[in-house]
């Protein structure tokens, strides 16, 4: 147990040991510049393509505060400052009062002008900045949180930190906000951290800051979330996009020239990942929250030749990741399922009361791809073809369907008016519209056994012909509830 310990702290990383063999030596002063000025941040990710909030209005002086056109202001914003440290200073705004100028914080309390008129000239006066120096007061958009994370989540807005050294992603947490935090996710005011694995993005373990604790910063290990109706399991939620997080990371080293890095990156409803801020100081907590210290990490590839993003990723997955799929199944009790996955796909003919009973069953095994980004699972035509459904495509297409349509509303215009007589054929289940080649089609969808990882399950595929894909079957999220998906080998 003793050598344990000893062990477990050589791994971990310090503050002096931080900012003495990594901040300093590979954060130069103009990309901590860069880092420390939120405005500055903006600017430089938008050359490179890189989403960040909207920002509605920028207060720079108190005169301006007389002129500030409430009416203007949306239901829910969010006000921080511009060179703000550790979360200090943000206020989140989800709704406003009907008939009222007063807007409601996650914890259910209101600020109306004058509140507000206060907390901005606060900021200005820099009672937030580093060094409390004079300020810039942001305003802009509130992020409409995904709806996986959303679950997990008081009100407000989840965040992912990935930090990120030599070009390559070592370690990344997950911020939930909660009723304490009042819908920040700054660890300090009492969001729960949450671990994430590298190699499959599924998180591990979870930490907050123990409630009236004599010591300040003193955190402990939980296994679901708080201030929820439901409180929900931590462990095991595949985070959405995983590789397109690790990437963005990158693009934000290599943009700001930090050699040592926190990203932190929020997940968008519509829009997708969105960085809120990069950190030339990241904090040390995500050693607790992932049970694994950074110090043995970054020394591990301060060496390593790195010739890409893809390949900084790949290094990451290889050496910090996909070592806990057995524990992460232990705990979640949901399978974990590779990025691409063999499959049986059942003959049309097929006995559904003898699938499990008889080998001999017809049924072709097939390699089929897992995407959540899609709802309903794909099937390529020519393949439905070989498994019986050539006569259900010849049907779908003696109707004469236009090619594509101009938007979803026609497509669906279409279906109400057709969709009765085409679901005739006794092998169409419904029409689905789908985006297929760039282009708004309609197509038909069929109920077909298939066996995943020892399941078999009745799936919906919807029939396509898209030249794109590289694989004959897609699973969508739709049929992987209960599975978490290991991205570690994609590339």
């Known amino acids: 147990m003793i050598s344990e310990i000893v062990r477990y702290n050589k791994e971990i990383l310090g503050l002096n040991r931080r ?37 509605y209005k920028l207060i720079r002086t ?125 660890l300090h005011s009492g969001a729960i951290c949450t671990g994430i694995d590298i190699g499959t993005g599924i998180t591990t373990y979870s930490m907050h800051m123990k409630p009236n604790s004599l010591l300040s910063d003193t955190y402990e290990l939980i296994d679901s979330t708080v201030d929820l109706l439901e409180n929900k399991p931590l462990s095991g939620i595949q985070i959405p996009f995983w590789n397109d997080l690790l990437e963005i990371a990158l693009k934000c080293q290599k943009a ?26 990241p904090g040390l907590g995500i050693q607790v929250a992932n049970q694994a210290g950074l110090r043995w990490r970054l020394e591990k590839i301060k060496d390593v030749k790195i010739k890409s993003i893809k390949h900084g990723i790949r290094v990451a997955k290889n050496l910090f990741g996909g070592e806990i799929e057995e524990s992460i199944e232990a705990i979640s009790g949901r399978k974990v399922l590779n990025i691409t996955e063999k499959v049986y796909i059942y003959d049309k003919s097929a006995d559904l009361a003898k699938l499990e009973k008889y080998k001999d069953t017809k049924r072709e095994l097939v390699k089929a791809t897992m995407d959540t980004g899609i709802l309903t699972s794909r099937i390529d035509s020519k393949l439905a073809n070989r498994i019986g459904y050539i006569q259900a495509h010849k049907y779908f297409t003696k109707f004469g369907i236009p090619q594509k349509f101009n938007n979803f509303t026609d497509a669906q215009a279409y279906i109400d008016t057709n969709g009765k007589e085409i679901c005739l054929n006794s092998d169409i289940k419904r029409l689905a519209k789908i985006v297929e080649d760039g282009e708004i089609k309609i197509r038909p969808v069929f109920s077909i056994p298939i066996k995943i990882s ?25 049929d992987l509830t209960g599975y978490l998906i290991d991205t570690s080998n994609t590339f």
């Not at 060094?131 to 965040?159: C, F, H, M, W």
């Not at 700001?256 to 829009?271: C, F, H, M, P, T």
């Not at 399941?455 to 079957?473: A, G």
């Open 19 to 55: 900012n003495q063999e990594y901040v300093r030596p590979f954060n130069s002063a103009s990309s901590k510049e860069i880092a420390d000025n939120k405005i500055f941040t903006k600017r430089l990710l938008k050359k490179e393509l890189i989403q960040t909030p909207e920002v």
């Open 62 to 186: 108190k005169k301006q505060l007389q002129f500030l056109d409430w009416e203007s202001l949306p239901k829910s914003f969010v006000i921080k400052p511009n060179q703000g440290t550790g979360g200090n200073g943000i206020i989140v705004f989800y709704g406003k009062k009907k008939g009222k100028m007063e807007w409601i914080r996650p914890n259910g309390t209101t600020m109306n002008q004058r509140d507000i008129l206060l907390h901005i000239e606060n900021i200005l006066e820099g009672r937030f900045s580093m060094g409390s120096r004079n300020d810039i007061a942001i305003i802009e958009e509130r992020i409409k949180t995904d709806p996986l994370l959303k679950q997990y989540s008081y009100r407000g807005v989840p965040d992912i930190r990935i930090i990120c050294f030599n070009q390559v992603p070592v370690m990344a947490m997950l911020r939930l906000p909660t009723k304490k935090s009042n819908g920040t996710a700054n």
């Open 256 to 281: 700001s020239g930090l050699g040592y890095i926190g990203v932190d990156i929020a997940l968008d409803a519509e829009k997708g990942p969105v960085v809120f801020e990069i950190n030339a100081r």
């Open 454 to 478: 020892d399941k078999i399950v009745i799936t919906d595929f919807v029939s396509t012909q898209s030249s794109d894909s590289l694989y004959p079957i897609t699973i969508g999220r739709s």
